[in-house]
């Protein structure tokens, strides 16, 4: 018995060693002209086929690397400037891109509406506060409307937001209390948020998912920190209604820019692969693939979020010399306000 | 092995090129790790740690002097050895009478339960935190223990890790143990405690340490489970480091704090290697079929009382308590799996063949890539950590010999003491050209299983290393007496014997691959991610279907590992055993 197992182990490792990741021979990635090199962040996807659809049209070979989110994306692109990762930088969102630019990670560009001349915004969203509206029909309770309803005693404990310093979500709303109250005012708001039991989760799908009433996860609480384009996803089956609801007067924007990376081996691959991004082609597939909005005028929504998912018409917000300046003061303020 | 002894040795002919060929032989097996070491490990994390010290080509230590001025540096350094301390005392306590009832007796579904132990161990931490946080949240089944968010909740989290660790180690050498020394000092009169305490407990007591300095190393520099479970209230070394890289750049702090984690890794290996060798010495071991005995709960008829029956049943009882705890997060996993929209189903599963719209490969394809990765990262790590141990079972007999045995034994443990972060930058700092060569490694589909086999290096260590100890040294003597070259020795008595301990080691470097995640996800190609990399991935991404199939995906890597260890369990031939 013990026998015929070991001989079938072995035979399993035989067969293993045949596809082992070292054997089987991967092509070593060089930089030459025909291979484009993409750095970006976690959450980039595209459906299945466009980036294929385009290696096709344009004869170039699309790498990706993703060696990370928010702060850490653009920190090692900061450390590995001088033999950098790729060609075209995706994902580097209003809190980070200064210190992009400052740093000079990304070359000039002349596109029109380029962030300080480098970088060019690509998708964008708004962060809201979300609630449950079946929880609070339940309860008979009115819905908050704006920030400073969270801090009235009718809603203690029933608020959760992920962490300013370990998601990027959890920042932008940390900006928004900055672009609502000022830089005197909200270390104020938060320690009256702590006073009425605003909870803190690590990440976006913690306190979305564990912590709220209407994710899914049947969590505690009616009141999360999430995205303008979070409802559609709880339209229940069947239903024609989302159960839960954003609150527009609470966001923060929140834009996503590329640029072509300073001393890239393919600059012209990479502003092909830009000029791609703001296609219609891609514009049109953000929605779907990264639950962002496009930033072309002449790319389509998906019917759900037309109906559902509707930016704030008047976002917070912090201009991004400001943010560069003060971040890491910011975020040191607010973890001792709130975590303390 | 490279040593070939001629069959016939011309008596005069042997010793001299035999002498040539064992010293060449060392010098190998010493060289080859170290450099191993040296060009994945210490230079990447040197590079990295130096971009804090050396401003503009000017070694500046004023970092140390500011961090230190800071009271959260204090309270970091304090919080992160009580939560160590703790998590690893409790694995302790706890494991040891596991591996009692899991390695010393026989009962139905023991193998399925070793299996199950070792689950936790590979699970990424994000999946153990929704895991364990959608049970101690307010409303959750555990919400009424109030556990939600607090130092508790998180050293029960490094101990749901880590028992596999204490357990296996431990149960691997005491189902070994000749039980005849502990009967005869219960013939001699002892009470099965007494007995159990002066002597099982002493020859137990190098595995022990072991196990414990595993366990300290791996709680010191949890991540993902203080972040998830406690939040930055509860900050370590290893959280700091992270966000002083990551979000603030602030690499001077960063290194500071790499250093003092240096310290604390390097402090715990001295005294674990202290307390190790104090006690290691050559054991009586036994086939398992002689000491292992089937588990009673209640007590055979016509034995006496006071036969140690009652130890039994309290290990039993809390070895039962330990695995329902463990499986409750498990099966609160495996149930949110099955969880649809409105109901219940396998959708979720289903989905793990697409790539849910936002994977770049389908959770299939990535399971591949992991075994892929995982073997290849399990074969660098048997051979440097086969080597190593075999150095490291040497005894010189000169002090300065034993010294550098010893600091070679700890240099092999650092890996697992030090921060992914940096380890990952410093990767991507040094691999660029690395010593003027002109390829990018960075990209290099290679570097992946090398950088997991630095992690898994240690564990086949410890896992080869008691057995390489326990081997009487009279049995390579008389070997030599009889005529056999020292290739021959090493080969039919150390290489032999080391052997049968493969199973374990396989079965340990292989979950720890599977499973491994800091430094991987600074270097998986997005082409060809690994499971717990898109799981992260998965999680991470607005939408109810992907979280979903983050879980299914995450019941597929228990299942898998799970399935691995069994496997390895059977590979092992008869008598084998060492530490997992």
Known sequence: MARIH?????????????????????????ASAGTV?????????????????????????????????????????????????????????????????????????????????????????????????????AQGLAEPVTLED??????????????????????????????????????????????????????????????????????????????????????????????????????????????????????????????????????????????????????TLPEEWTAFAPLADEPFEVAPDDISKNREAWLALWSETVIG | ?????????????????????????????????????????????????????????????????DVFSRPRTWRIIGLTLAQATLGTALSVLLGVPGAYVLYRHTFRGRSFLRAFVTVPF??????????????????????????????????????????????????????????????????????????FRTVTLPALTPAIASAASLA????????????????????????????????????????????????????????????????????????????????????PAGMPPGDGHGLTLVATAVTALVVLLLALPLVNLVVRSLRTGDGWGLDHYSALGTTGGSLTVTVWQATLNSLRVALDATVIALVVGGLVALVVSRRPRRAVGRRAVAGLDALFMLPLGVSAVTVGFGFLLSMHHPFGLPVDLRT??????????????????????????????????AAATLGATPGRVLRTVDLSIAARSLGLAVGFAFAASLGEFGATSFLARPDRPTLPVVIFRLIGRPGPESYGMALAASVVLAVLTAGIVAACERLRAPGAGGEW
């Open chain 1, 6 to 30: 070991s001989l079938l182990a072995v035979a399993g490792v035989v067969v293993l060693a045949g596809c082992s990741a070292i054997g089987s021979g991967d092509p070593a990635p060089s």
């Open chain 1, 37 to 137: 090199t993409l750095v970006t962040h976690d959450s980039f996807a595209l459906s299945d086929g466009l980036l294929d659809a385009f290696e096709e049209e344009s004869g170039l070979t699309v790498e990706l690397v993703q060696p990370g989110d928010g702060g850490a994306l653009v920190n090692q692109l900061v450390l590995t400037k001088d033999a950098p990762l790729g060609d075209l930088v995706f994902g580097i969102d209003n809190a980070f891109a200064s210190r992009a630019v400052d740093e000079g990670v990304v070359a000039p560009t002349e596109a029109q509406d380029a962030f300080e001349g480098a970088l060019v915004p690509v998708d964008y969203g708004d962060v809201c506060i979300n609630v449950d509206h079946a929880w609070f029909t």
């Open chain 1, 150 to 299: 969270l801090t009235e005693p009718e809603y203690k404990d029933l608020l959760v937001v992920p962490n300013a310093v370990t998601s990027s979500p959890g920042l932008s709303f940390l900006l928004a209390t900055v672009g609502a109250f000022g830089e005197d005012g909200w270390v104020d708001y938060w320690t009256a948020l702590k006073a009425n039991g605003v909870k803190v989760a690590d990440g976006w799908s913690d306190a979305y998912f564990t912590d709220f009433s209407g994710g899914g996860g049947g969590g505690p609480r009616p009141i999360v920190l999430s995205y303008a384009s979070s409802p559609p996803s709880t339209v229940p089956e069947g239903g024609t209604e989302p159960t839960t609801g954003a609150l527009l007067d609470t966001c923060f924007r929140q834009t996503e820019y590329a640029g072509v990376l300073e001393g890239a081996a393919n600059p012209d691959g990479a502003r092909q692969l830009l000029d791609f991004l703001l296609s219609d082609t891609v514009q049109d597939d953000i929605p779907v693939s990264m639950y962002m909005y496009p930033v072309s005028e002449t790319a």
């Open chain 2, 1 to 65: 092995m490279a040593v070939d002894a001629p069959t016939r040795p011309d008596p005069v002919l042997a010793t001299a090129s035999g002498r040539g060929r064992v010293v060449a032989f060392w010098s190998v097996a010493v060289a080859v790790p170290l450099l191993f070491l040296g060009i994945f490990f210490a230079w990447p994390v040197t590079v990295m740690i130096a971009q804090g010290f050396v401003v503009d080509g000017q070694l500046d230590l004023g970092g140390f002097a």
């Open chain 2, 122 to 195: 590979v699970l990424p931490t994000v999946v153990v935190g929704v895991a364990f946080r959608s049970l101690l949240v307010d409303g959750g089944p555990l919400g009424f223990l109030h556990l939600d968010g607090t130092f508790a909740a998180i050293v029960a989290a490094l101990v749901f890790f880590n028992y596999a660790v204490v357990v296996r180690a431990v149960g691997g050498l005491w189902e070994r143990l000749d039980p005849r020394a502990e009967q005869a000092a219960r013939a001699l009169g002892a009470s099965p405690w007494t007995a």
């Open chain 2, 216 to 299: 300290f190393l791996f709680c010191a520099t949890a991540f993902g489970t203080v972040l998830v479970l406690g939040g930055l209230q509860f900050g370590t070394i290893e959280t700091e480091i992270w966000i002083q890289t990551t979000q603030f750049l602030d690499l001077r702090a960063a290194a500071v704090l790499s250093v003092v984690q240096l310290v604390v890794v390097a402090g715990t290996l001295v005294v674990a290697g202290r307390a190790r060798s104090r006690r290691e010495r050559a054991l009586g071991l036994t086939l398992p079929s002689a000491s292992v005995r089937p588990l009673r709960l209640r007590r």
């Open chain 2, 444 to 477: 290099n589909p290679l570097l992946l299983p090398v950088a997991q086999a630095v992690v898994a290096v240690p564990l086949v260590v410890r896992v080869v290393l008691p057995v390489l100890r326990a081997i009487d040294p009279r049995l390579r003597e």
